[in-house]
């Protein structure tokens, strides 16, 4: 997500760090053109924009800057907070009733993924401790109900419908429902238009009436752009949106959506979807996209994610394996599906300080599944012991993966590579060990007849491989 944004700022910041404490008014003005142009290319709406621009100006002419050790690096200060201002504060609350279920109204145009949104939702309500219902009432669009149904089953979450009946009753008999049943949280997947008419609005307005919902939140598809943010202000101006939902944030390289939509409408944008899986549902915190939006990463998103899938047990025993030299491939395969459900390669490196702008991530997650595949293609005793691996099984494997032989021996040369690396560090470890009394467990001992005998094999292995290699 705003890779021609963040492309085109990470520029304009290079020039103007070059110029080192000579940065004058002049320059700043000239670069503030550049950013101009590149919030009107990301689909910005232009009175954001113009505004945004107004502001940053006025503080970046100030004295303070212009006299300051390090002018560029207070630049992107004021440009980092002032994108906070835009899409801030931060408010990914949902106001839950004490006394019966609370009620969540899910509005928003016919395609923008109003019913996976909903989905999701529940899914991301369920990780917090609540019942969900999720309510079929969009009786609109051919197949709605089923689809919400499957979606229903695969988050294990029951879906209320009928046929034949009213949208607004319906929704009126499922909050009683769930009410009788125990569910503490309604979800209504209402019916959308392709535009904004009338019959769409008044439909709204008196399932408004009659569930009576807690949060009305609006679901924007961020790759419309300019129509995203338009829709978004109707919307705005005929329900009482409590919040904004923006969807396939993770297919839109420009994001002007997610820059407009919060001053257009004044209301906080909740939640982005940066997946088609279920759980691809994320609160909104416009501190971090604003770093992730100047190509300064988003470290604190990746630990949450590394938290929420890695498993603590697998990553003890991975390294205690490491630290004793005995990873074998089905470690790495392991560790590489633990990465995998953590999202796209690509946007979890974009969350890493100056990855962002890398174009040779593109094919990462294509190579993930490469790997992945050559891995599985082995047998558990090649897994174990890859060294046994010659020129007949790199063939068989190959052909199994549906690789070829250079991408096997690739991934042979590379898994050995890191486990030689491992390996130094470990042997460095037991060094310390030796010779640095008070630094480790079992200070300043001498290798055991066992130890010796290990590292005397282990070396003799990386020798035959690496005359395997050579040959």
Do not use: W
Not at 208 to 235: I, T, W, Y
Not at 255 to 276: M, R
């Amino acid at each position: 997500m705003f890779e021609s944004l963040t492309s085109s700022l990470g520029s304009f910041f290079t020039r103007i760090r070059g110029k080192g404490r000579k940065l004058t008014e002049a320059d700043v003005r000239e670069g503030l053109r550049t950013v101009r142009m590149s919030l009107l290319e990301a689909d910005v709406a232009l009175p954001v924009v113009r505004e945004f621009i107004d502001k940053v100006t006025t503080k970046a002419v100030g004295a303070d800057v212009l006299t300051a050790v390090e002018p560029s690096q207070q630049l992107v200060k004021i440009v980092h907070d002032e994108l906070i201002n835009l899409m801030g504060p931060v408010d990914s609350r949902i106001s839950y009733r004490p006394d019966g279920p609370t009620v969540i109204l899910m509005a928003g145009l016919q395609g923008c993924g109003k019913t996976t949104t909903c989905a999701k939702l529940a899914q991301y309500l369920k990780s917090k401790g609540r019942r969900p219902l999720l309510v079929a009432a969009d009786l609109q669009r051919p197949a709605a109900i089923e689809q919400l149904k499957i979606l229903g089953e695969q988050i294990d979450t029951p879906v209320y419908s009928e046929t034949n009946i009213r949208p607004p009753d319906l929704c009126a008999k499922a909050v009683e429902y769930a009410r009788q049943n125990g569910r503490d949280t309604v979800v209504l997947d209402t019916a959308g238009r392709l535009q904004i008419d009338e019959p769409l609005m008044n439909e709204l307005a008196e399932v408004q009436s009659r569930a009576k919902p807690d949060e009305v939140f609006l679901v924007v598809d961020s790759l419309v752009g300019q129509d995203a943010v338009n829709s978004a202000k109707v919307f705005n101006e005929k329900l009482p949106i409590t919040g904004v939902i923006l969807t396939k944030l993770d297919g839109d390289s420009r994001g002007g959506a997610a820059l407009s939509v919060k001053q257009v409408t004044g209301k906080p944008i909740k939640f982005v979807g940066v997946g088609e899986k279920l759980d691809r549902l994320e609160e909104f915190h416009p501190e971090r996209m604003a770093t992730r939006i100047l190509g300064m990463g988003d470290i604190v998103s990746l630990v949450e994610k590394a938290q929420a899938v890695l498993d603590k047990d697998q990553a003890a025993q991975f390294q205690e394996k490491m630290v004793k030299d005995r990873l074998t491939l089905d470690d790495f395969l392991t560790q590489l599906r633990a990465v995998k459900k953590m999202g796209s390669i690509k946007d979890l490196l974009g969350m890493i300080p100056g990855f962002a702008g890398l174009k040779e991530l593109d094919s990462s997650d294509e190579q993930f599944a490469t790997v992945e595949a050559v891995i599985c293609s082995m047998t558990p005793e090649e897994r174990r012991n890859p060294q046994i691996i010659g020129a007949s099984r790199k063939k068989r494997i190959a052909a199994g993966s549906g690789t070829n032989v250079n991408a096997v021996s690739h991934l042979l040369k590379e898994f050995e590579k890191v486990t030689r690396q491992l390996s130094s560090f470990s042997r460095a470890a037991k060094l310390v060990d030796r010779m640095v009394p008070g630094t480790r467990p079992g200070e300043g001992r001498t290798l055991s007849a066992e130890e010796r005998k290990t590292i005397k094999r282990r070396r003799k292995l990386e020798k035959t491989n690496r005359k395997r290699n050579r040959r």
